[in-house]
């Protein structure tokens, strides 16, 4: 395992949520979501404290605030060096029988068995590839980027769907977090890939206004994809597709009928760990 990077401070901002049992699980996925590298569960009599690091307190205050109808948050600051202790139990994701996801510090020997390996460090963003939604975009990803094509990622993270889509022959990759410094993170991974003239990393949470690309990924929260819906459709060259994940399998009717709605047919969907990602493609 790669000792922690020279230089880091020892102590970093953390987001505190309380949440009820039944909502643990979403309120654990919107931190990943928005970047959480790790996440601590702490039982406090009926209620549970999820506290993660989320960049600095700014992005911390931020999300208190976007989700303080649905959990109570607060930001502390804590000592940050025993969180890396999550890296010991990283493993190598593999996707399918062409595409495996290996953490930067962890020994892969089957490159010879994978014809494309990416390899990634996350830091302080949202992306190792061993969350379901990671997976079931990068296993669609695999479906349907063509040679040449342009690829819009929302929500890009540590910068992994980009590079996928790199490595399988894109021609231009555009990736977008809102996560603070998540783009600078996303660019370091691209050159450990050998992908950086290929990928463009920036922050923010806008869709790029006059541009239109062949292939549009967003693996992000579904109220967020509900929301984004029109511009999504709007940047997507006719006949583009269109994969969505970070859908809860109860949520995933009411997404496909929005974006229906908006011009769209539902390609292909998959379901993995409850979780659901489906392909779109924009009517021409």
Request: hydrophobic content about 45%; aromatic content about 6%; charged content about 20%.
């Amino acid at each position: 395992m790669d000792s922690p990077e020279s230089g880091r401070a020892s102590v970093a901002a953390h987001i505190v949520l309380t949440v009820a049992a039944a909502e643990t699980e979403l309120a654990a996925d919107a931190l990943r979501q928005s970047g959480a590298r790790a996440i601590e569960e702490r039982h406090l009599g009926d209620a549970i404290e999820l506290w993660a690091v989320l960049g600095d307190s700014a992005a911390c205050t931020a999300f208190v605030e976007r989700w303080k109808d649905h959990w109570p948050g607060r930001v502390e600051v804590v000592d940050l060096t025993p969180s890396d202790t999550w890296k010991r139990y990283s493993v190598p994701v593999i996707v399918n029988d062409i595409l495996a996801i290996v953490p930067s510090w962890v020994s892969f020997s089957k490159t010879d068995f994978y014809p494309i390996v990416v390899s990634i460090d996350p830091e302080d963003s949202f992306g190792l590839g061993d969350h379901p939604t990671t997976r079931i975009v990068a296993d669609l990803l695999c479906c349907f980027i063509t040679p040449e094509s342009s690829v819009l990622d929302m929500g890009s993270g540590s910068g992994v769907l980009s590079i996928v889509a790199a490595l399988l022959g894109a021609r231009r990759v555009v990736g977008i977090d809102r996560g603070v410094g998540a783009f600078a993170v996303a660019e370091r991974n691209a050159e450990r890939n050998a992908v950086s003239e290929i990928t463009e990393f920036s922050h923010g949470s806008t869709i790029p206004i006059g541009e239109q690309f062949d292939l549009v990924a967003a693996n992000i929260l579904a109220p967020v994809l509900l929301e984004l819906c029109e511009p999504i459709v709007r940047s997507l060259l006719p006949g583009g597709t269109i994969i969505l994940s970070g859908i809860r399998v109860d949520q995933r009717e009411d997404l496909i009928n929005r974006y229906v709605a908006e011009g769209c047919r539902l390609v292909e969907d998959r379901v993995l760990e409850g979780w659901c990602g489906v392909a779109m493609a924009k009517q021409q």
